[in-house]
T-cell receptor, first 114, second 115 residues
Framework: LAKTTQPISMDSYEGQEVNITCSHN???????ITWYQQFPSQGPRFIIQ???TKVTNEVASLFIPADRKSSTLSLPRVSLSDTAVYYC???????????????FGKGTKLSVKP | NAGVTQTPKFQVLKTGQSMTLQCAQD?????MSWYRQDPGMGLRLIHY???????DQGEVPNGYNVSRSTTEDFPLRLLSAAPSQTSVYFC??????????????FGSGTQLSVL
């Protein structure tokens, strides 16, 4: 059961800002939106999490509109080392448990070129 | 600070063999889970546990068993390996102290090949 939709791949050049948008039309009231980054041969790594409006940390910014049906991960001035797969997730309470569970989709493969 | 530790890193099995993938975390996380990752498929949830003694199925549980006798350990068992189980397996954990905090910590993965 895919809860999110995001582009399969994106290309960029060093120094550019990259925005990856994720659609989550069926997001529940209690769901948070979380983004992960995965490099080849490694496990995913947490990037940023938000509920609404805008969240910023040292790595990225996350923009969430008022209806929360989508979100945009913004990576400022990307470098070659930002080449990775980026996953957008929302909490899935349907799998039970008080905390719900996170379902990963296929992610967006970002390729940064020199 | 070891975080989430998975063993082994690589394993080759013959069809029908059994084995256990080990996962341990030292962060006192109540929630643990197993994912498998196949080329072009992203990560798919196999089983998860919200605490010792409690386990439940994820998206693709068939062919796998789990148990959670301690907070620290969450082994994944393949009773009769099949070629379709060739994949990279990731274990993950997170704190359950805050129900809205869904920050998962992942292990480095186990690459399994079933011949």
């Amino acid at each position: 059961l895919a809860k999110t939709t995001q582009p399969i791949s994106m290309d960029s050049y060093e120094g550019q800002e990259v925005n990856i948008t994720c659609s989550h039309n069926n997001i529940a009231t209690n769901d948070y939106i979380t983004w992960y980054q995965q490099f080849p041969s490694q496990g995913p790594r947490f990037i940023i999490q938000g509920y609404k409006t805008k969240v910023t940390n040292e790595v990225a910014s996350l923009f969430i509109p008022a209806d929360r049906k989508s979100s945009t991960l913004s990576l400022p001035r990307v470098s070659l080392s930002d080449t990775a797969v980026y996953y957008c997730l929302v909490g899935d309470k349907e799998y039970g448990g008080s905390q719900g569970n996170l379902i990963f989709g296929k992610g967006t493969k970002l390729s940064v070129k020199p | 600070n070891a975080g989430v530790t998975q063993t082994p890193k690589f394993q080759v099995l013959k069809t029908g063999q059994s084995m256990t993938l080990q996962c341990a975390q030292d962060m006192n996380h109540e929630y643990m889970s197993w994912y498998r990752q196949d080329p072009g498929m992203g990560l798919r949830l196999i089983h998860y546990s919200v605490g010792a003694g409690i386990t439940d199925q994820g998206e693709v549980p068939n062919g796998y068993n789990v148990s959670r006798s301690t907070t620290e350990d969450f082994p994944l068992r393949l009773l009769s390996a099949a070629p379709s189980q060739t994949s990279v397996y990731f274990c993950a954990s997170r704190s359950s102290g805050d129900a809205t905090n869904e920050k998962l910590f992942f292990g480095s993965g186990t690459q399994l090949s079933v011949l």
